[in-house]
């Protein structure tokens, strides 16, 4: 056993923003903007903040734009509840979607390089559920930068967040949160690389630590997004929203999950099964390929789960065809050039002349941190935590219901980023409040556990185990039988994991002790959604129950898991905001609870 | 059946606490279309724990896994086992960090210390024009844009400077060049003095030598060494 851990240190900062992704810089960039006084201390997982997540974005940011007679916010505020499945809440539909030609504008002046249109204004294109009119028409409303929307943020608000001054630290996770009187005061870092653990006092804390897709076997997420901020918020004691909300894409690329796009099946893809039968007529035989995501998810899978699957040799994943080979040459080259290069590099096959592999792959959790519309987190009894603060994919506040719409997300990143540092600057308090006695003591007592544990088990082998777990038990179908035995194998998991031994000793980048403290992480997020999804005997949006197909007024509330022990779960219920149609404004019709049918 | 190649994976290590450096050979069976991250994965949860590589979005858009494969830098996310064996035509790979930034351990380096070149280059605009009156944003036109819209791509994973002939001591590097470059180009950065006296400084683009190891390495196919040509010529 090498030397004893201990803190190493004590800093302080005006705000401590947890995550550097879209969200967390653009609260970063503001706080700068406003107050370039203050110091700004902006923790990242990655190396360096350019390589966080929301660089793989790629179609598009939705936002109204003003100088369009077509749009509307109000129809871009109905497009987000009903794709959502009537779960989001109103008053932060409103707010956010308001919020995002702001946002546009922001990223402009800061140097995006947005794809033009001949007269060089901003192009606009389409992306599925977002319309005009109430569902009457399409709408052109997601702006892009050709197929990298999201590095063109990314780059955008680290460059402004540099530019003003922010403190990185990087490949550093959070590990603890420090309450003082039930105020956050600031958090216990883990400085991966040098292997050191800090305190941070701030005066308010921002957790923006993105999604927590290694949950599942095939994600289009990254490596880092291993649940650390819900894990972190659970053993905080505060709940986590609507867990069970994950989001599936039809069609990842088989092995690693990397997201084809939907302009594969609406340039006239043919999803295809082993006996290479055109399955989607069976399932939706008038929209067939182009039905909703859920909907070809769900169909994709029962292929698979019926035997009309492919297995992958290499990966060792089931997987349908996708067939593309009737498509001319220009479909191929021009079209979907990006999209058929991925295919060309993950699975060398060429789309004009081979069917390609692909499979419902974990996509986004709409679950989260639960938040109010300016970013501040809630209790389970809704009341303010002070000087907390969540947003981005992390936080539930909640603007996606139960089913995020495309490009969505990247709004919420923007807009939210923007309101949380607003609030922190009119809640800064004028001091720091002292770190609470024994600060850290949990941190070093669990990071001392994995360091001493003996055993022969192997963090890399269990991992995969749940991430299969939890893809065939709690994936794209969920039955109550399969989720109860999901979490018996969440709980074996937890006492295995116990017994790995972690032969480097020296804390220096540790990678074997970080992914022993991250596969914490994934089996605690994993518990809170396996539970939430027991427990929400429904269908609403991506969660799709066998045993309750329908949606259910019954669970119209967001459901809130607390988690005091390992799978010793509490529940708790927030109602879902009805602002809209509560103040009988224009349209107010359009947003009561309404089906979800296209 | 698809194929299956059994490989040599010799990879370079370093431990930070010993402060020692050896090679370490694994062997391994795979199929095709396995890339090097999903070999290192294996390696840790059937051979090696310890052994410590990069990598985050492993979709080749955030640039960190950049490794020597046989002495040519590349990322470890989009090497397939079939193409890495057309490429070298041997099983046999020697794997090795990159040199552009000191090691922390085995495959992993400090990329922090990297990006200093590009922070000194600012990666934003340092003073963005005013828009013009009664507008909310500025006009572009796609021809306009479509002269650097290319260079926009980087992802800063630096094997164009681990490439780059001109040795990364002396020159700021082919990605952070590129970043001051851009901005130049960019009607919307009025700063455009600090540009180029950063591009004219010692450690600036007279450094290169058109060598153009940059855009022969690059895995995004951005032409580098063809933005440094154009700053060569003023051309901006
Ligand atoms: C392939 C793909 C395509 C997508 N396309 C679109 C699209 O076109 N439009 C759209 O709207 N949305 C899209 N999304 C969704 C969207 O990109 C994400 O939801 C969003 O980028 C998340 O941003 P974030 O800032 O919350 O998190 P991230 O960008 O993931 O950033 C999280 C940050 O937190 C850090 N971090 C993580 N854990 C810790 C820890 N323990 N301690 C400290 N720091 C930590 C990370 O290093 C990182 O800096 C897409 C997602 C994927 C995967
Ligand atoms: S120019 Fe290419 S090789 Fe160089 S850092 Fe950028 S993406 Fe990497
Ligand atoms: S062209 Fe210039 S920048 Fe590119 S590798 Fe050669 S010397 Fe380096």
């Not at chain 1, 305190?199 to 927590?212: E, I, N, P, Q």
């Not at chain 1, 909907?295 to 994943?317: F, L, W």
């Not at chain 2, 694994?26 to 994965?41: H, K, N, Q």
Request: glycine share 8%; net charge neutral; charged share 25%.
């Amino acid at each position: 056993m090498g030397k004893k851990l201990h803190i190493h240190s004590t800093s302080t900062c005006d705000v401590l923003i947890i995550g550097a992704g879209g969200a967390g810089l653009r609260c970063a960039a503001h706080l700068h903007e406003r107050r370039p006084d203050l110091l700004i201390f902006t923790v990242t997982k990655v190396a360096h903040p350019q390589k966080s997540h929301t660089s793989t974005a790629q179609g598009g940011m939705a936002a109204v734009d003003p100088k369009d007679k077509t749009d509307q916010s109000l129809y871009h505020m109905f497009d987000t509840w009903k794709g959502g499945d009537c779960a989001s809440d109103q008053n932060v539909v409103k707010k956010i979607v308001d919020g995002g030609w702001e946002e546009v504008q922001w990223l402009e002046r800061k140097g995006i390089h947005f794809s033009r249109d001949e007269g060089g204004n901003i192009s606009k294109r389409q992306f599925g559920g977002h319309t005009v009119e109430f569902g009457k028409g399409d709408a052109l409303r997601a702006v892009f930068v050709a197929d990298r929307t999201g590095k063109g943020i990314m780059d955008t608000a680290w460059g402004e967040a540099l530019k003003g001054g922010s403190r990185f630290i990087n490949t550093t996770v959070v590990t603890e949160l420090l309450f003082n009187e039930g105020c956050c005061v600031g958090a216990v870092l883990f400085k991966v690389k040098e292997g050191e653990f800090i305190t941070v006092l701030a005066k308010a804390t921002v957790l923006a630590t993105g999604g927590s897709g290694q949950v599942f076997r095939i994600t289009t997420n990254c490596r880092n997004n291993t649940g650390d901020g819900l894990a972190v918020i659970l053993r905080a004691g505060l709940p986590v929203m609507d867990p069970e909300a994950v989001q599936f894409h039809p069609t990842g690329i088989v092995g690693p999950g990397i997201l084809a796009s939907e302009a594969l099946r609406s340039e006239g893809g043919i999803l295809r099964n082993k006996e290479l039968e055109p399955f989607m007529e069976r399932y939706a035989p008038k929209m067939k390929d182009l039905a909703p995501r859920d909907i070809v998810a769900r169909a994709i899978e029962t292929e698979i789960r019926e035997g009309r699957g492919i297995m992958d040799p290499d990966h060792q994943i089931e997987h349908v065809w996708i067939d593309l080979r009737h498509l001319p040459d220009y479909v191929h080259e021009v079209k979907l050039k990006e999209v058929a290069s991925f295919f060309k590099t993950y699975a060398n096959l060429d789309s004009r002349t081979q069917l390609c592999p692909v499979r419902p792959s974990n996509h986004y959790h709409m679950g989260g941190i639960p938040t109010n519309e300016h970013g501040e987190v809630l209790t389970t009894a809704n009341t303010v935590v002070p000087g907390l603060f969540a947003v981005g994919e992390c936080a539930c506040a909640s603007l996606h219901g139960f089913n995020r719409l495309g490009t969505n997300s990247l709004l919420e990143l923007l807009v939210m980023g923007r309101y949380a540092g607003e609030r922190v600057l009119s809640g800064l308090k004028e001091k720091l409040a002292p770190a609470p006695k024994g600060a850290g003591e949990a941190t070093l007592a669990l990071f001392t556990s994995y360091l001493e544990a003996q055993g022969k088990e192997n963090v890399g082998l269990i991992r995969q185990e749940m991430r299969e777990v939890m893809t065939r038990k709690v994936g794209v179908f969920r039955i109550e039988k399969g989720m109860q035995e999901a979490i018996a194998s969440l709980i074996a998991f937890k006492q295995r994991v116990a017994k790995v031994a972690i032969s480097t000793k020296d804390t220096r980048m540790n990678q074997e002790l970080l992914e022993r403290w991250e596969l914490d992480n994934l089996l605690d997020s994993a518990m809170a959604i396996a539970q939430g999804a027991l427990m929400r005997k429904e269908s609403r949006g991506a969660h799709f129950r066998e045993d309750y197909p329908e949606r259910s007024d019954e669970f119209q509330f967001h459901t809130l898991v607390s988690m005091t022990d390992f799978g010793k779960v509490s529940f708790g219920k927030r109602p879902i905001d009805m602002g809209i149609c509560d103040a009988k404004g224009e349209y107010y019709e359009q947003f009561r609870i309404m089906p979800r049918k296209y | 059946m698809t194929k299956t190649y059994s490989l040599t994976l010799t990879i370079k290590r370093y431990d930070p606490d010993r402060s020692a450096r050896w090679f370490q050979t694994y062997r391994l069976d795979s199929g095709p279309i396995l890339r090097f991250v999903d070999l290192f994965r294996r390696i840790n949860v059937e051979q090696d724990a310890t052994l410590a590589w990069a990598s985050s979005c492993e979709h080749a858009q955030c640039g960190s896994c950049s490794v020597n494969v046989n002495g040519r830098p590349m990322l470890a996310c989009e090497l397939l086992v079939e193409n890495a064996v057309t490429l070298f035509g041997t099983t046999v790979f020697k794997i090795a960090p990159v040199s552009v930034a000191p090691v922390i351990r085995d495959l992993v380096v400090d990329w922090e210390k990297a990006y200093e070149r590009v922070h000194r280059a600012k990666p934003y605009l340092i003073k963005p024009k005013e828009l013009p009156p009664g507008m909310t944003e500025h006009r572009i036109s796609p021809q306009e844009l479509a002269r650097y819209e290319e260079a926009t791509r980087c992802i800063n994973c630096f094997c164009c400077a681990e490439a780059c002939i001109s040795g990364n001591r002396t020159f700021i590097g082919p990605n952070a060049a590129m970043a001051g470059i851009v901005r130049m180009m960019d009607s919307r950065e009025k700063e455009k003095e600090e540009r180029l006296d950063l591009l004219y400084s010692e450690e600036g683009i007279y450094r290169c030598h058109t060598s153009k190891a940059c855009s022969h390495v690059c895995p995004k196919q951005i032409d580098v060494a063809h933005f440094i040509a154009l700053a060569k010529e003023g051309a901006f």
